[in-house]
């Protein structure tokens, strides 16, 4: 089945840099990597994903990239804001299970 | 609004009390599961369900039981809860799931304790 990775598990950074999560995959047969948010004490929302037929996806702020050869996605966050603290959870897909396996979460704080 | 639901938010039990947390949802969707969240394990699947009376296991199974009589609802059971089931559960839903790449739904979430 699939495996997730992700790192780091917690990240802070200055208000107005840059934040970059990643994780790693292990099936190579996988075509779908969500990214959801998880605001304190709320549920984890969906915010960007990207399939694997492109290599890059934006949406404002936040861009996703996939490597299929070396099977990893990044999430990147830039001009961060306080109200992008939140805990962040990567995904993929486990295709012979038919679920998502989720990367273990990465804790980010934006430091004013 | 479309939305996902579960009943109670919080609750405290003790050991061998069983429980049962609801979860509903409102959007005709065929998928549901389960999860647990622990500090540093992320989210991992107890169970899920393709669609009514279709349930089966997820990664950690064990000490869980779920239904699906009817489409818009999924309850977990937990039959003899003890203390390593002290956990924040949700539970979530999509469209089609299975091997559908969609945006899944969660609930507000349940947090437990188990005593």
């Known amino acids: 089945g699939e495996n997730v990775e992700q790192h780091p598990s917690t990240l802070s950074v200055q208000e107005g840099d840059s934040a970059v999560i990643k994780c790693t995959y292990s099936?190579?047969?996988?075509?779908?990597f969500p990214w959801y948010k998880q605001e304190l004490g709320k549920r984890p929302q969906l915010i960007i994903d990207i399939r694997s037929n492109v290599g890059e996806k934006k949406d404002q702020r936040i861009a996703v990239t996939l490597n299929k050869t070396a099977k990893h996605f990044s999430l990147h966050i830039t001009e961060t804001q306080p109200e992008d603290s939140a805990v962040y959870f990567c995904?993929?897909?486990?295709?012979?299970?038919?679920?998502?396996?989720f990367g273990q979460g990465t804790r980010l704080t934006i430091n004013p | 609004e479309a939305q996902v639901t579960q009943n109670p938010r919080y609750l405290i039990t003790v050991t061998g009390k069983k429980l049962t947390v609801t979860c509903s949802q409102n959007m005709n969707h065929e998928y549901m599961s389960w999860y647990r969240q622990d500090p540093g394990l992320g989210l991992r699947q107890i169970y899920y369900?393709?669609?009514?009376?279709?349930?089966d296991k997820g990664d950690v199974p064990e000490g869980y039981k779920v239904s699906r009589k009817e489409k818009r609802n999924f309850p977990l059971i937990l039959e003899s809860p003890s203390p390593n089931q002290t956990s924040l559960y949700f539970c979530?839903?999509?469209?089609?799931?299975?091997?559908?790449?969609?945006?899944?739904?969660f609930g507000p979430g349940t947090r437990l304790l188990v005593l």
């Open positions: 979530a839903s999509s469209l089609l799931g299975g091997l559908y790449q969609e945006t899944q739904y």
């Open positions: 995904a993929a897909p486990d295709l012979g299970a038919q679920k998502l396996v």
């Open positions: 099936d190579s047969a996988s075509n779908y």
């Open positions: 369900s393709m669609n009514v009376e279709v349930t």
